[in-house]
C-alpha cells in the first residue's frame, strides 16, 4: 500500500485537478495498488454537500450538507480499507471555499477547515494543491475553453455572491479577485497542514507526477 491513503487535489477551475488525479493513479496503480479516484461530481462521492449535488442534477444528499460525519466515516475507511483514495476538489473547493464566497470572517473559514483536517488527520492525507502563476489569464482560458452557457453561470454566480457584492465587483473582474484573495487565505491554511504546492502543472507534466508520487510514498 501507499504510505498514504488519502489524498486531496484541490486548486482553481481548470488548474488541471482531473489530469493530476488521473494521471497520480495511474502511477499507483503501477505499482500494483489499488486506487480510487472520486471526481468532484461522482454519483458516488463519500462527502456529499448539497449544491454540488444541484449542480450535478440529483437528490441532495440527506441531512445537513457536508455533515461532519461524513469526513469521520471517510476517515475510518482510509485508515480500516486497502484502497487508496484520491478525492478531487473537495476539501477547499466545495467544504471550506464556500465560506469564503459567503463572505464569512476569515476565522471562521479556517475553523471549517482545521475542524475538517482534525476528523481526518488519522488517515494522515496529503492534499495537494494546483496554482496557476497568472490568475487572469487562468480565469480567461478556462472561460473559453468552456464557453457557454457554463461562462455567463460562472460569472453570474461569483458576481451574485456575498463577498462581490460587498467589493462591487461583477463579471470577469469578480471572479479573478476572488480567486486572488482566496489564493492568499489558501496559503496560510497550507501551512497548517502536510501539503505540496505545484504551480503551473501543465508545464511539466512529468516532473510534477514524480513530485507527488514521491510525496504520496513518503510519511
Known sequence: MAAR???LIEGMI???KSTTAERLAARLTEDGESV???HEF??????RRR???LLRAVGPAPGNACAPD???ALAERCILGAQTIILESTLLQNAVMPYFIDDRLIAVVKGIFDDISARIAA???LLVYLRPTDIAAAIRRVHAERGEPWSSRNYAFVSASRWARRRRLVGERAVVELYRAWEQVVDELLATVESVLVVDPQRDWDGTLQRLYAAVKTR
Open 36 to 38: 480510487r479516484v472520486y
Open 70 to 72: 461524513q469526513w469521520n
Open 14 to 16: 481548470g488548474v488541471g
Open 42 to 47: 461522482a454519483d458516488d462521492h463519500p462527502i
Open 123 to 125: 488517515a494522515a492525507p
Open 5 to 7: 491513503q488519502l489524498i
Open 51 to 53: 449544491d454540488v449535488d
